[in-house]
């Protein structure tokens, strides 16, 4: 794990002049803001990424590309392939959007999208995403700590979790109309992972709003659990004293548990979680070593002190 975080690296540091940041550039340019991202993404959310800062929290590993990122999802909502999600999700619209708070909370209401946004600080944070499959790659998020607007609604002392909702329209998530998985999607935390600083919601990557497969236009990062706590395109979050129910759990329970941390030393009953196939290394590459907690033990590990992580997976 040494080495693993720098935080006093800038993300400008790893990567000197990406594509990315020209293609920012070129849209903030432009007039006609919306065109940039619109061209290649019809359906994107009109959120307002404004100014954002570097996050401390970064990886210093090198983001996988925009195209790497954008076309290898995981998005059941639109398919069970790969390639599905960037062939099928600017079907969905994103604008408007509102999410719903309720439950154990103090201001509970349903919030439009842009109010969010405009009252949160946004970070870019490159994180590792690792998927239960056994790959991973590298994404540039920009996005807030979900601490931020769990303050904001203020849970009450009782509250213990966190659940939450994807959005469900199979007019326009095509795979809604079949019942390979019991829609909505719904996931959970604990409200301390919750709180977290490493737990953000995303609103973008690469500089854009967040492209219509990667969940736009609201999505949650958790990055030391694998990608499927990870849940898209958020309609609602509601704060609970009971564990929530979870999308993946309930279909496999031996095979994807509540926590879902990432751990090398459990395997999940069909392949081992110790290694990683790094998306966009090729074909020949070695596969990389997993890290416990992803790599970002140092900020979670004391989150499950005294639990038996074999049982509790
Ligand atoms: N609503 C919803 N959220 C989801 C999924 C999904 O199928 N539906 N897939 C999860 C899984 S398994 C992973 S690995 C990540 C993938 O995120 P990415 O496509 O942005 O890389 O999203 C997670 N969030
Ligand atoms: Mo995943």
């Not at 080495?3 to 550039?25: C, E």
């Not at 849209?27 to 919306?34: I, K, N, S, W």
């Not at 919750?194 to 492209?211: F, H, K, R, S």
Request: glycine share 8%; hydrophobic share 40%.
């Amino acid at each position: 794990m040494p080495g693993a975080f720098k935080p006093d690296l800038k993300y400008s540091d790893v990567t000197p002049h990406s594509a990315w940041l020209n293609r920012r550039q070129i849209m903030a340019g432009a007039a006609g803001l919306v065109l940039g991202s619109q061209l290649a993404f019809p359906a994107s959310a009109a959120v307002n990424l404004g100014g954002y800062s570097q996050s401390i929290y970064s990886t210093d590993e090198e983001p996988n590309s925009f195209e790497d990122v954008t076309s290898y999802n995981n998005f059941y909502e639109f398919g069970s392939g790969k390639s599905d999600p960037s062939k099928y999700a600017s079907a969905l619209t994103t604008d408007p959007w509102s999410v719903e708070i309720d439950g154990m909370c103090r201001n509970p209401g349903t919030y439009n999208l842009e109010e969010i946004v405009e009252q949160m600080p946004l970070e870019e944070r490159i994180y590792r995403l690792r998927c239960v499959e056994a790959w991973s790659m590298v994404v540039p998020w920009i996005g807030f700590e979900l601490a931020a607007l769990l303050n904001w609604v203020e849970p009450l002392p009782g509250a213990k979790y966190v659940a939450f909702e994807t959005l469900h329209r199979p007019d326009e998530m095509r795979a809604q109309r079949t019942g390979y998985l019991d829609w909505p999607y719904i996931e959970g935390l604990r409200l301390d992972e919750a709180m977290n600083p490493l737990t953000i919601m995303a609103v973008g990557l690469y500089g854009e709003v967040l492209p219509n497969q990667n969940g736009a236009p609201i999505r949650l990062v958790v990055p030391w659990k694998y990608g499927f706590k990870s849940i898209k395109s958020i309609v609602k979050i509601s704060l609970t004293d009971t564990e929530p129910r979870t999308t993946w759990n309930e279909i496999a329970p031996h095979e994807y548990g509540f926590y879902a941390n990432v751990n090398p030393e459990v395997s999940h009953p069909r392949w081992s979680q110790a290694s990683e196939r790094v998306i966009g290394a090729g074909l020949f590459a070695a596969r990389k070593p997993t890290l416990m907690f992803n790599g970002y033990g140092e900020y979670v590990a004391q989150l499950y002190d005294g639990m038996d992580l074999t049982v509790l997976y």
